[in-house]
């Protein structure tokens, strides 16, 4: 597979908490989607991915090399009405009765410490917005956002928030680290749900058997690496790590 066994058993783990959609005949379509590692995670769900899309053509074709099955479309997300008709047309292919579930990345920079902040004039803040008009138009079963932590007090998804809360969706979140489902690396996340009619579990549980699991080493994930070098570019921190014991640092991109 694309990822070894053990990040699929987990993510499945987690995506099974909310897993009551998948029963019911679903298929999961991703906005923003980046490499795929969204479908990782569907996937191992047994949550079928339709196909993904992004405002990047770089990021869409990484997915297509990732993702050769899925269907993969590089359109702005901020066209609701274009995406809307792209999503409807891959779902008219499988056929009648099929719930859909949208897996969302907005972008992350306006709300990460590394960023410059939440600029009245950056577009990029109103992709979160816009996911939740897709979600509402398309009526689907439920949408999950993930995105850096400080993205739960932001404008952005308080408004997102609140709209899916008036169009009958029930909302939740919680914070967890991917380096306890089985990714070798200090990453931690904000996953938030909408769905129609209550989940499962709640965010909260569902974080908390997370919270239990082993952190994932890198040498784990590479087998028979026994170090790594890492270099942050805003820290004098030490540069060589035993791959036996730790995972990688953060890793910041110059955005």
Aim: hydrophobic share 45%; proline share 5%; net charge positive.
């Amino acid at each position: 597979g694309l990822w070894p066994p053990s990040v699929q058993s987990r993510a499945a783990a987690f995506t099974n908490a909310f897993g009551h959609h998948r029963r019911l005949g679903s298929y999961a379509g991703h906005r923003g989607c980046g490499g795929g590692g969204w479908a990782v995670g569907s996937k191992a769900a047994g949550l079928p991915a339709i196909g993904g899309i992004d405002g990047c053509p770089e990021a869409v074709a990484t997915y297509k090399r990732n993702h050769p099955a899925h269907a993969a479309a590089a359109m702005g997300i901020l066209d609701v009405g274009a995406v809307c008709a792209r999503v409807l047309s891959w779902l008219r292919r499988l056929g009648a009765g099929r719930l859909l579930v949208l897996l969302a990345s907005p972008p992350c920079q306006p709300h990460s410490l590394a960023g410059l902040g939440e600029l009245a004039t950056d577009p990029r803040l109103q992709v979160a917005a816009a996911m939740v008009r897709i979600a509402i138009r398309l009526s689907v079963a439920a949408i999950l956002f993930e995105n850096v932590e400080r993205f739960v007090a932001s404008g952005a998804w308080l408004r997102a928030s609140a709209s899916l809360k008036k169009a009958g969706y029930h909302v939740d979140y919680a914070v967890v680290d991917a380096g306890r489902l089985g990714l070798p690396q200090r990453r931690r996340r904000v996953i938030c749900i909408a769905c129609r009619g209550r989940p499962a579990c709640t965010m909260a549980a569902a974080a908390a058997l997370v919270a239990q699991a082993q952190r994932t080493s890198v040498a784990q994930f590479f087998p028979g690496r026994q170090w790594f070098y890492h270099l942050h570019r805003r820290s004098w921190g030490k540069c060589i790590y035993n791959a036996a014991r730790h995972q990688v640092p953060v890793l910041r991109t110059n955005c």
